[in-house]
DNA sequence: CGGTATCCGGAGGGATACTG
DNA sequence: CAGTATCCCTCCGGATACCG
């Protein structure tokens, strides 16, 4: 896989738009707000309130705001009920779960390094 | 695959010391240019300026500040050879390459979905 | 060439209040 | 309950300059 899209400088004249728009989807999804969301999210349908509790120290604001961007980039379908209270649910879409699954790796990655990346650590800043 | 470790609210009392570990890793290694460092680097061995020219649009600043937290966590190794003018070479470690395999499943989902996503921002913008 | 330090403008993001 | 808007301040991160 070559992977100019993502390294490619911006400047460069002979990047295609299709290589922009990858890192652009990039940049919107590579970020910890989006991924905790995702992960939090997983195969379940939840309401805001509940997302807002289920990751960890996230505001109303950057719940709301990232919740936009995952439906505006079709990761996430938003589902309103006309009720009083109101009431909103979210599951991931199909690119959503994809996404889902490659993050379930990043996880799985931390787990099982979590040792080593604590011992280099403490190597590090001695 | 308990995931409480990212998505459990930090002042839960409950969360123990490895659950706050891995939801810091998490964030050091979640954002943006940490990425695109690590998908850059790949499995070459790689100067300072070869990855600044290879890393769209990275600055001086932020390619030294991600690299260091990169070495720290040891997922990237740091060669200093003492010539002059300086050679600097970074190489991933094992811990490095492998979420080096997670990325690159997430370079892979941005390619694959490009399409629905572009489409999905035109439905959402109107 | 690679790294550190300094400055500083602007975006990120929290707190709060208000609407439907 | 969910969402939007406003305020406000922190700190991210770029530009620049200077060391080894």
Redesign the interface.
């Known amino acids: ?1 070559g ?1 100019r ?7 460069d004249a002979d990047l295609t738009r ?1 290589d922009s ?3 652009e ?3 919107d ?4 707000w989006a ?2 969301i995702i ?2 999210l ?1 195969d379940r349908t939840l309401r805001f309130s509940e997302l807002r ?5 996230i505001s109303h604001k950057m719940l709301t705001q990232n919740l936009r961007m995952l ?4 990761l996430v379908e938003r589902t309103v009920h006309p009720t009083v209270p109101p009431r909103v649910e979210y599951v991931l879409t199909e ?1 959503g779960r ?2 889902r ?2 993050i ?11 040792g ?6 403490h190597r ?2 001695a």
């Open positions: 896989m992977n899209q993502f390294t490619g400088a911006p400047e299709a728009l990858a890192r989807i990039f940049s999804v590579a970020n910890k991924l905790l992960e939090c997983g509790d289920g990751v960890a120290g439906e505006r980039n079709g690119p994809g996404l699954a490659t379930d790796g990043m996880c799985a990655w931390t787990q099982r390094y979590l080593h990346i604590e011992e280099s650590r590090f800043d």
